[in-house]
């Protein structure tokens, strides 16, 4: 392997490593963290990946290229009058002892032979060194490109990771829970921010082609940074940030076909006819059909692996076999979508729609979460090596001008379109600045305006600031939004269906004399899940790992992967029918969400909570727990158990003998 990728490689993991504990110490995200040790470490700042060398090195030997040939000044003698210095060089010292002595003799042919001679030994001396240097130089060049071509394919990978998360977390379920907002709110967001901003760049003299690429960029928003923020906020899961979310995912959706079409408009050389030949001649029939067709081999490919192939890997009870298949499937879909000539990134989207909404979504999501996570980390932080700090610092006031500009105008369409759609006024607001920020995701539609040189570098450089620094500012604006506008208070959305819940569970849980949920499979789960068995209760048990359930599914007990907080997750564990939930996960933190989360769902079921600190006892009891076990308790009622046997011995016989 490259020397250059291992360098590369280990500079950007070390970074987004102390950059993940920092954040988790500030209590920040780490998203923000990536990005900003990202800049850090980028050539606007340190470069310590070497970007500026290696462009430094591709431009002058793109210089040395479109050099003219000069004329070979060894082999004809110094012209009249020439001051030359022979100081430094004793092969021209000596040959111009020979030149000066020529016109004294120039009947000696001895010396015209021997003069003759110094001169071709001259020129071999002369055009030695370039060449070697030049064969060092190509090969260094040759080393450079090829570890940034490998890292830009690593932070791509983390793209790809990313795009097949929202596929698998994208359910038809949600899609008519949220048409409305998805379709008409989505189709109007996009279609006025890129609508406005051709006229803008047009009223500025940039164009119609600079607007369309520029307002692509700008319609984009960040769905992960966005979800995770108000999920910290505890407002995931009410009716508004559901209905943004469907918002969010159309644009996720919209990244597709603007990756597909604005190639072919921009005259970019970037069309689909470069990864595949045309079924017509005319590019954008082809495009459609070829869309056409790979959304049909979506549909077909995920009732097969509903219907056939899921049920088949879940009997084996192998999350090796499960990880094998997801990875099969998303590279199998990306080479699918790059043999028709479409991009990479729907086939990961697409790969994520076949493995959804089915009975091991959410373990094939938890055993991913580890890849997505680092390559994520990856990702992040290359974008943030994309800003040039030095750009920002001559030119601060076009810069955060154009952030504060960048942000009102997104804002103003997001609230537009939530408002058409039936939101109220001061909600509207609140989300519509919530999800102003430029995502992620739309990096990938600015290089493709830089490419097709839509706008010049400047602007290119300013949009990658305005991006980077909108990411890094969403966290505030979604808890200003939230806490700031005063909006109706409004519960969490909860849903009693048993569509989640799988066909086994049911059956279960009508065989049985009640059902129970446990969260955390750890040994104190594994001894409930044993004693309610042989009570004749039908048992699901819910962990984040699904390591620690594998003996639980050998065992034929119904198991869940993922937050046992996650309303979805509660659902699929059958919380609808639960009348014991037993909560022994060993953070009291995470506990008190778990039993938050359960009355919510299921205020008749008898919740008991495990707890470490007896000063957490009170607020588990305040959120619903009918039984709190603490550790502290029970380790001090044992020790002084045993102070009292071992001060009063007779006293435990006595209670032996009785």
């Not at 010396?111 to 060449?131: D, F, I, Q, Y």
């Not at 999920?231 to 009410?238: C, I, V, W």
């Not at 069309?271 to 045309?278: G, H, K, R, Y």
């Amino acid at each position: 392997m490259n020397e250059y990728v291992v360098l590369y490689v280990a500079i950007i993991l070390i970074s987004g490593f102390v950059a993940g504990v920092l954040c988790k110490y500030l209590k920040a995200s780490p998203l923000i963290g990536y990005l900003l040790v990202g800049a850090l470490i980028g050539p606007g700042c340190l470069d310590l990946t070497n970007v500026r060398t290696y462009e430094q090195i591709v431009s002058s030997a793109s210089l040395h290229r479109n050099q003219p040939n000069k004329p070979d000044e060894t082999s004809a003698t110094p012209p009249e009058n020439a001051s030359v210095n022979h100081a430094d060089d004793p092969w021209q010292t000596e040959v111009a002892s020979y030149s000066d002595t020529t016109s004294l003799t120039q009947e000696n042919e001895e010396l015209r032979r021997e003069l003759a001679l110094k001169n071709e030994e001259l020129a071999n001396h002369a055009t030695l060194v370039p060449s070697s240097f030049e064969e060092e130089s190509k090969k260094t060049r040759s080393k450079i490109e090829e570890s940034h071509n490998a890292l830009e394919g690593i932070t791509e990978l983390g793209v790809l990771l990313l795009l097949f998360s929202i596929g698998i977390e994208f359910t038809f379920a949600q899609l008519t829970a949220t048409a409305k907002y998805m379709f008409v709110g989505g189709t109007i967001q996009m279609g006025v921010t890129i609508g406005l901003s051709i006229l803008i760049c047009i009223f500025f003299k940039l164009g119609w082609v600079a607007g369309l690429a520029l307002g692509s960029v700008v319609a984009l928003s960040s769905t992960a940074l966005v979800y995770k923020s108000l999920g910290d906020l505890g407002q995931a899961d009410t009716k508004r940030a559901k209905a943004t979310l469907g918002l969010l995912i159309f644009q996720d959706v919209a990244l597709v076909p603007l990756l597909l079409i604005l190639p072919i408009v921009l005259h970019s050389g970037e069309q689909p006819s470069d990864n595949a030949s045309f079924w017509f001649g005319n590019p954008w029939i082809d495009m459609a059909l070829k869309s056409l067709a790979f959304c049909l081999i979506v549909l077909l490919l995920k009732f097969a692996s509903r219907a056939t192939i899921i049920p088949r890997l879940a009997a084996l009870r192998s999350n090796d076999i499960v990880i094998l298949y997801a990875a099969v499937i998303l590279m199998g879909m990306c080479v699918v979508a790059h043999a028709l000539g479409l991009t990479e990134a729907l086939g990961a989207l697409a790969a994520g729609v076949i493995l959804g909404e089915n009975r091991l979504t959410h373990q094939i999501d938890a055993l991913v979460l580890p890849f997505r996570e680092a390559f994520s980390a990856m990702f992040f932080i290359s974008l943030g090596m994309l800003t040039d700090f030095s750009y920002v610092f001559h030119h601060p006031l076009v810069c955060f001008l154009a952030l504060l500009g960048a942000i009102v105008f997104k804002a103003a369409c997001a609230t537009l379109a939530l408002r058409v759609c039936g939101m109220d006024k001061r909600g509207a607001l609140a989300y519509g600045v919530s999800i102003s920020q430029i995502g992620e995701l739309a990096f990938m539609l600015l290089g493709v305006g830089y490419a097709a040189k839509a706008f010049d570098e400047q602007t290119y450089n300013t949009m990658l600031f305005v991006s980077v620094a909108s990411l890094v500012l969403t966290p505030n604006m979604v808890k200003l939004a939230m806490t700031k506008f005063g909006m109706p208070p409004e519960a969490a959305e909860v849903s009693k269906a048993d569509e989640l819940v799988s066909p086994e569970l049911i059956r279960a849980i009508g065989n049985s004399k009640g059902h129970a949920i446990i969260i955390g499979a750890g040994p104190i789960g594994q001894g409930l899940a044993n004693a309610l068995i042989a009570a004749q209760r039908s048992v699901c048990v819910v962990d984040f790992n699904p390591v620690n359930l594998q003996p639980f599914r050998q065992n034929n007990v119904a198991t869940v992967t993922g937050d046992g907080a996650d309303y979805e997750i509660l659902r699929q564990a059958g919380i609808g029918h639960a009348e014991l939930v037993f909560v022994t996960t060993p953070r009291d933190d995470l506990t008190l969400g778990v039993v938050r989360a359960v009355r919510a769902l299921k205020p008749t079921a008898a919740i008991a909570a495990r707890t470490r600190y007896r000063v957490n006892v009170a607020p588990l009891e305040r959120a619903g727990a009918r039984i709190v076990l603490c550790e502290e308790n029970a380790i001090a009622e044992d020790m002084l158990k045993l102070i009292n046997d071992h001060l009063n011995p007779g006293s435990k016989a006595e209670t032996a003998t009785v």
